[in-house]
């Protein structure tokens, strides 16, 4: 963007050093509309806009920097390293860190406009506390902490340290979140400018007025931030480095000592001796907060009003005639979901737009298949349909002697998919012949998991079943009660839950339990594995996060009523919805609730996401799609 | 905090040990490994060969440190699990305590899962059992924890206990030996924690690397088998190291032989045995202040 064209948006008054603010109402490149200031930086101001583009209320913050050097070579590279850090921003994306939406210069001015954070600042919060941060929130907010500066650390291919983390720079969002703002963009612009310190004494490390740009020194700068938080002793008062002598449990004896330890080691004078890496320190506040107890409290929202209805809308939606009860499937742009007004409908994956419905003679329950130009699915009808996805007409279909509750899965030419007939069926799929029919004894609505040269699938009796792709069952197993749940498996071990209460691990080759885990209620809802974390829900209202090495609770949150769907991953978050109604989204690491949406009637089915959009059913009968 | 109590051991600082070419096998290195097929999916195998090795060290008389080793394979190939029982315990206590205490605890820990798995494995009609294995691992180390307090009074022993069925390991650990998993591309991975209070007072930040060298209570668990009421084990579940090796070893070799060196000398000697007769000696070559032991496991397929 060439400055001639850009300065005819606005025109400057140019008076040496000093510089005048833009008013309420000013335009700025024919779009953004000033409404008032929001805070004052060293460079210059920040103002909250409206995007005019939009009919819709969009607000915008618009940051403005100005550069007061006359020389053009020195103001041009300055430009350039604003450029550049604005192109960083650009391909960051993180729940914690705003949006960059666009960047232009006009003369000597430079302006970032960014996603406006409803909020306030810990420093506004600082000043305004009568007392104490109780310990839960501000662990809350330093795992959240941990959670960006993780990201930032791992960014490829240069990771991004921040160099500045302080109350000042971090937002409490009206959300309950936490956002950093403020991206050392206008210390880059200084130091170019200046060659001054980047940082912020009193928040800054030892290392950092050497020149050391390490996680390290964030890490230092964390540990600051949450001793002015614990403490509420303004670091910038007080002598640099000088924390040891204002030890947390003497000022602030609420604090827990494991708490407090966190910090203290974070605050080292040597980086050596600090945490190595935001996911080190990370690592060690999930742990305090799991020893102390405060880890549960981390998942109970505390203004989970503001969250209802007012940020979270869906993109689009669409209503059928019936419950939504099983979970879409997204292929090539166009989503595929069943209803129980007996029809599997394909729509349009970016607007929601009808393409073509096919019917059924039954409801239709379960997640349909995408394979090869067609989508299959089961219908209570007691078919596996098979239909052509461009023109929605049946290719061919296959009667078994029950409702078709399960899901096909498709693998090696065949589809194989369970149905309350007592049988797992497998078919071919171009000819639709049944390949075989392996006996489980009691209807099957686990849907089957292929791995090696085996399927793996439980049934309504308890038993689960191993067999090869012949249908000779290779092992078995027994549970106490039913097996709806459809396993997942993951390096040679296979989960699933169970309505006997148990979360079990098998080994995949043997059968063998590995471990049980114990959960409320019975569950049948499929488990999600990222990692070492397994994710599933239960009749008890849970949505459990289980360590699949130890066997052990990492999180659990609670929501008003049964969780009968699965959750999913995506990214760094996991999306179940409950027949509470809402669709949740929480932070996979800690469990905490990022957003839910409440939709009118109980929600049993599993989302599924695709690049960064997360489609839910209802049996409100609309199928909702949702930012993730 | 757990019961904190001392272990009446010492140690010498860590010292890395520079042991230039171990010496090697007739059937040596490099050419062994390439022999054995990369396992692409999900590796099934049909044995385990292991190796262990025990030497009292160059400083002391008695040994307190007990190992054991055990595999077998039983059936018509790929449908049997192949299984293993490894185990080291390093005994503390004082007087003959320590020597008594981890003899215990590994044959009270060794007999349970035999006697658990005898006939569920090898057995007429072989049947996995309705425990877990990380429920039977845990009784397990309960029986152990019984044995010791009977048998030791007042002793205790470290324990670090592998047990393996098909492609699953179940560890169990309390104490300072460790479980390692070595991969042929020269990864070394710590599997455990060490339980000593100096290496937590280390994580807390009170202490720092050079402070806990010299620090005076640096043997002092704060988790060991035989003490306390209840013993408070980790355990988890992994994927035994395929191509790889797990290795546990009592800090008479960990804590004197570079985790560089180790690595070296397991991955450039094929025989599990053979290695575990390289590193005792790199333990006492570089001193051998404290009893060594060693057990090493490859899953062949």
Redesign the interface.
Known sequence: MSEDQSTRDLDIKEGGTKYSQLKKGDLLQDRYEIQEIVGMGGMGAVYRARDKNFKAIRLVAIKEMISQVTDPVIRRNIFQIFEREANILATLRHPSIPRIYDYFTIGERAYLVLEFIHGKNLEQLLAETQGFFPEEQVLSWAVELCDVLEYLHSHKPEPIIFRDIKPSNIMNTIQNYIALVDFGIAKVFESGQKNTMVGTQGYSPPDQYRGEATPRVDIYALGATLHHLLTLRDPQLEAPFSFSERVINEINPNVSKEFA??V???L?Y?PE??YESATEIKEALINVARKTGTLLHLSIPTTPATTRGVSIKPLWTFECEDEIRGAPAYHDGALYVGCYDNNLYALDAATGEFKWKYATDGGIPGKPAVFEGNVYFGSEDTRLHVVSTRSGKVVWTHYTEGPVRSSPRIAEGHVFIGSDDGNLHALNTTSGRLAWKADAGSAVRSTPYV??DYVYFGSESGDFTCVDFRGNA??R?KAKRAITSSPVIV???VYFGSMDSTLY?L??????????FRLGKGSISTPAVAGNLLYTGAADHVIYCV?????KEMWRFTTDHQVTGSPILHRDAVFCGSVDGNLYCLDASSGRMRWRFQTDAPITGTPVAHEDVIFIGSTDKRLYTFVA | MKKIFRGLRSKKKKKTTKRANAPTVPLSDAQVWDTLPESG??A?FTHLISGSALHPGQRRENNEDAVLCLNAAVGSGV?S?AFGIYVIADGMGGHRNGEVASETAVRALGSYLIGKLYKPLFGPDPQ????????IMEAAVQEAHRAVKKEAPGGGCTLTAALV????M?IAHLGDSRAYAIYRDGRMEALTTDHSLVKRLQE???L?EEEAAIHPQKSVLYRALGQGEKAPA??????LPNPGFLLICSDGLWGVVAEDDIQRIVSSTASPFLACQHLVEAANAAGGPDNISVVLVRAVS
Not at chain 1, 507 to 516: E, H, L, Q, T
Not at chain 2, 165 to 168: A, F, K, S, T, V
């Open positions: 330890a966190v203290e080691r974070a080292e040597k001796d600090r791995s090696g290779r092992w197993f390096d040679s071990v691990a080994d995949a080759n043997s059968g063998w339990v590995v471990w049980r360590d699949v090495r130890s066997a | 999916r999900a099934k449908e699990p996995p059992t309705q425990e877990s294995l990380q429920e069925l098909g492609n699953q179940v807390m930040g009170q720092t980790d355990i988890f579940t992994g994927s």
